[in-house]
């Protein structure tokens, strides 16, 4: 993050927002600007290691706090965290660094977010790429959290947002806030099927905060940098920010933010890039079956990486020659010499 500027702006909603870009005078403006979008619980950081390892491209690279993290604004009105406002605010970044034509990247609801962003804002996007989480086609049926579980156990054994109670929950972002160091380990623990066991479990993600076993970390998590700047982040914060997407979700906001796109408009039709990790729990590749049969993701890439859920912490190096491996198939500009 070394080499890029931050930057303080105010949406056309009043909320300000903090965002990383880069100021290489290599850029060339014919190359689409790279829009990284972090997801649950990160901040623009959680992409550092991938930039570094794509330095020397000729995107100018633009990297916000989503809202409700780090620098930027965090509103305790959820509706705020409805998708279209939030695409509404991307597109004044966009438009405040003059980027006329974008690829958006992101990861967990960032990768949400960059979906709904290009379906909100079509003509500014050339290019989409999630990382692990699939195009999750907008519905008008209303979102019943129950009702996702007991299907999602019925079709794969386990309730695969199980975790979403404690995070939709009254206490929730109290009982985090008490027990930091313990989500540190139950986000990053190197445990078989550790993502299973804790979030797709009842009950399990609590008892877990709550209690007092220890859990060995992945080898990026006992990096110090990455623990200390989040017990750091959060504990200046406090989390409920974090789970407005959550309650955002749960409460229907989204669907109801999802009813303004109009049904005929739900094709991704610009390139898209897909990366599939085999030991993530929770956002699995069946998730992008629906939009395939439905004909939404015709210029689909799909790769698969040996990582858990943070692949742009687990995987930096690979992440990265996938996104370069994109933008260098589909995007011919970005072959041109420095």
């Known amino acids: 993050m070394e080499r890029l500027q931050r930057t303080e702006f105010t949406t056309r909603r009043s909320l300000k927002y903090t965002y990383y870009v880069s100021t290489s005078d290599r850029s060339i403006k014919q190359c689409p600007t790279l829009l990284f979008l972090h997801g649950f619980p990160d901040s623009a950081r959680l992409w550092k290691d991938v930039i570094s390892n794509l330095s020397d491209l000729p995107n100018k690279t633009i990297i916000p706090d989503c809202l409700g993290y780090a620098g930027t604004d965090k509103p305790a009105d959820t509706t705020l965290y409805a998708y279209q406002g939030q695409a509404d605010d991307l597109a004044d970044i966009l438009d405040n660094e003059d980027a006329t034509h974008t690829v958006v990247i992101g990861h967990d609801w960032g990768s949400a977010l960059a979906q709904r962003l290009y379906l909100h804002k079509r003509d500014r996007i050339s290019g989409v790429v999630l990382l692990n989480v699939a195009y999750m086609v907008p519905s008008s049926e209303p979102f019943n959290l129950a009702r996702a579980n007991d299907i999602t156990e019925r079709m794969t054994g386990s309730p695969r947002l199980a975790y979403w109670k404690l995070f939709t929950a009254s206490d929730g972002a109290e009982v985090i806030d008490r027990n930091l160091d313990r989500l540190w380990q139950a986000l990053h623990g190197d445990v078989e099927d550790w993502m299973k066991k804790l979030f797709c479990t009842r009950g399990a993600l609590r008892d877990f905060l ?12 006992k990096q110090p940098e990455w623990k200390e700047a ?28 999802d009813s303004q796109i109009p049904r005929d408009k739900l094709t991704i039709e610009v390139p898209m890039l897909y990366l599939i990790c085999t030991r993530d729990a929770v956002c699995t590749p069946e998730t992008m079956i629906p939009a395939k049969k439905q004909g939404l993701v015709p210029d689909l890439k799909e790769v698969v990486i040996e990582s858990a859920h943070w692949s742009p912490m687990e995987k930096p190096e690979e992440v990265a020659a996938h996104i370069r491996d994109f933008l260098t198939e589909r995007f011919p500009q970005n072959e041109r010499p420095l």
């Open 210 to 221: 709550l209690g007092s076993e220890e859990v060995p970390l992945k080898a990026y998590a």
């Open 230 to 257: 989040f017990l750091q982040q959060f504990a200046r914060d406090g989390f409920a920010p974090a789970l407005q997407m959550y309650r955002a979700t749960a409460s229907n906001i989204q669907t109801q933010s």
